[in-house]
């Protein structure tokens, strides 16, 4: 009867840990209240539910011209979202009007030119769909969930360590102005605005469409190799970076306890020399309870963390899907490693939430940051899940979270939803943002709020001059989010 019981409890806890999420995730009760009635909106991190004053549904580019004159007319502010996994509340503020952007997302291809017409709201997940089996992108998350509008609103960046930030492929946009009017703007035309609207997070203007650079849906050869961390460096440089038949690459650092931060392993992606006869379909991740079992279960200590890293080196090559046939080494076209919606990353576990922070190292600093990373996240005890280092280059936009060629360290963490997670992740955070300042780096905007003003200046001195251009692109103050409220006032006022 006793073992009876507790394997029920234990096929219980399975199941729970595999479910599919039924709806929106509830992080109650350390949610901060919200309004007793009337619509409410929150991001993918839970922890932010936030009272609005509605919600448009944008359509047509006359919805946001529309939408516009009636938060004027009203005296409310506009916020604009898209998949909302910007985790600070980017995407909206309290008692904003919000454009929803999901529906705005029509497209067409100039084959000739290599260029793809699209509108903010679609996702890379659309445009994959659209642009296989001939072409891909050159630059995107290494996630397709996100909108075109999200991402050059934070400049993300990715897989492609040749391309760089999404930013950098996109040729012109046409942006609304708070006050309805049109402005196409590129590098050469309306500079300004450009560099403020590429990395901007939706404060300066609606990007109504993107003219983004496209490239071959070519044929790679995926490797792996497993190396101390402080080879990365010297391995980046002397065989990757110079290496052009290399187009993709991206790490992952360990985070079991025997290896924890110490062990890499690395993904390469090199074109084939030879073409392959027939490219198959991208199809949506396949195992997805499973893959979520594994994830969630790794968060449950240090025995679930070694098996989770044990599987990832000698598991996952032998289960690994090659789209495009085998050689030496699976072969995927350029579309199959970036064609993954994460929906194993999402749960209905009570209690807890996963949040994102990432931060931008010169290459030369990488092995003394990732020593403090160990130092801090040890005795913070935070439940690291993953870690993850990408390659970014120096960037021009106003708001720039990389003034040289840097190292991007992305990590996914678990924490509680009572009333000490948010205060454990934000002494968390504040630290290694401390420890990026001492490496000479800068972290990224689109997450958690937890950073102070005095930080936000230390790591982006221009961030002076960037809220005040508002003054000359949006005078009224229109478009705003939490952000903007929340340092906006602290930075112009000092």
């Not at 508002?470 to 103050?477: T, V």
Request: glycine share 6%.
């Amino acid at each position: 009867m006793g073992i009876s019981f507790v394997a029920v409890i234990l096929l219980w806890h399975a199941w729970d840990y595999a479910a599919d999420p039924s709806g929106d995730k509830d992080c109650s009760p350390a949610a901060p209240p919200v309004a007793a009635s009337g619509p409410t909106i929150n991001d993918v991190s839970c922890l932010n539910p936030t009272p609005i004053d509605s919600v448009v549904s944008v359509r047509e580019v006359e919805d946001i011209r529309q939408a516009f004159a009636v938060a004027r007319a009203r005296g409310v502010k506009v916020s604009i979202a898209g998949a909302r996994h910007s985790q600070g509340g980017q995407a909206f503020a309290a008692r904003n009007v919000v454009l929803d952007m999901r529906a705005f997302n029509r497209m067409t291809l100039d084959e000739s030119t290599r260029v793809l017409t699209v509108q903010s709201g679609a996702t890379w997940h659309d445009i994959q769909n659209r642009l296989h089996p001939r072409f891909a992108v050159k630059a995107m998350q290494s996630t397709d969930v996100f909108t075109v509008g999200g991402s050059i609103s934070v400049n993300a960046h990715g897989m492609d360590h040749q391309a760089g930030s999404v930013g950098r492929t996109v040729r012109a946009m046409r942006v609304m102005l708070p006050d309805g009017s049109m402005h196409t703007v590129s590098r050469e035309q309306e500079p300004e605005l450009f560099r403020l609207v590429v990395g901007g997070y939706g404060l300066f203007g609606v990007i109504l469409d993107a003219d983004i650079e496209v490239t071959d849906n070519a044929v790679y050869r995926s490797g792996r190799e497993i190396m101390d961390y402080r080879s990365f460096p010297a391995f980046f440089t002397d065989r990757i970076l110079h290496d052009q038949t290399y187009r993709l690459m991206y790490g992952h650092l360990s985070t079991a306890p025997q290896s924890y931060l110490r062990e890499m392993l690395v993904y390469t992606y090199q074109q084939m020399r030879t073409a392959v006869a027939t490219i198959p379909p991208v199809g949506d991740v396949s195992g997805v309870r499973l893959r979520r079992l594994v994830f969630n279960l790794s968060k449950l200590g240090s025995v679930s963390m070694r098996m989770k890293w044990w599987a990832e080196k000698h598991l996952e090559p032998r289960l690994e899907s090659c789209p495009a046939g085998e050689s030496d080494g699976g072969l995927v076209s350029r579309n199959h490693p970036m064609h993954d919606s994460v929906p194993y990353l999402m749960n209905r576990l009570a209690g807890e939430t996963d949040i994102l922070q990432e931060y931008f190292i010169p290459r030369e600093r990488f092995e003394e940051f990732i020593d403090g990373l160990r130092r801090i996240t040890l005795a913070n005890r935070a439940n690291l899940l993953n870690a993850s280092v990408r390659v970014v280059h120096r960037e021009d936009n106003f708001l720039s979270y990389a003034p040289e060629d840097m190292f991007a360290i992305v990590l996914y963490l678990n924490q509680t939803t009572d009333e000490r997670g948010n205060p454990r992740m934000a002494q968390l955070t504040r630290e290694l943002i401390d420890l990026t300042a001492k490496t000479g780096g800068r972290f990224f905007l689109p997450y958690q709020l937890h950073y102070t003003a005095a930080q936000l200046r230390r790591a982006y001195p221009e961030i002076d001059a960037f809220f005040r251009a508002k003054d000359k692109y949006d005078p009224g103050h229109v478009l705003t989010n939490t952000f903007y409220n929340k340092y906006g006032p602290l930075i112009l006022a000092q």
